[in-house]
């Protein structure tokens, strides 16, 4: 929850390549209070059911600048392993996860929330700020 000296910050993610919310990948959260300051690990989640990750950390007041890691490659791995049990004459000889992990960083200002929506697939992935 945001104050009026700190920002609050939510996510979810949706797998574009199956049009769900993509469940069980760790995020992480970290901040800074400056361009030239060090990165402060502040703590994670991981997405539910819904995609969502509800209980992140909030940043510390001060904070500038915030950036989410995404662990995408077991969430990717684990739909690739499913997917093979299933149908095992479709293996795909290739790496499976093209980005296995997603950082975004963002900036911030005391007050306001920033829900950031991961749109991803195997091979792409695309954020904005939402609402």
Not at 81 to 100: I, Y
Request: glycine share 10%.
């Amino acid at each position: 929850m945001s104050t009026s000296t700190t920002a609050s910050v939510s996510t979810h993610i949706l797998d574009t390549s199956v049009g769900r919310p993509a469940e069980g990948v760790a995020v992480r959260l970290s901040a800074r209070a400056g361009r030239a300051a060090d990165w402060k690990a502040l703590g994670g989640s991981a997405t539910d059911a819904d995609g969502r990750c509800k209980d992140l950390p909030a940043p510390p007041e001060g904070t500038t600048h915030v950036r989410l890691d995404f662990a995408v490659e077991s969430y990717f791995e684990k739909k690739q392993a499913d997917a093979q049990q299933d149908a095992p004459a479709n293996r795909d000889s290739g790496p499976g996860v093209f980005f296995p992990e997603v950082a975004i960083t963002f900036a911030v200002v005391p007050g306001e929330h920033y829900h950031v929506p991961l749109l991803l697939n195997p091979f792409g992935y695309s954020v904005y700020r939402g609402s």
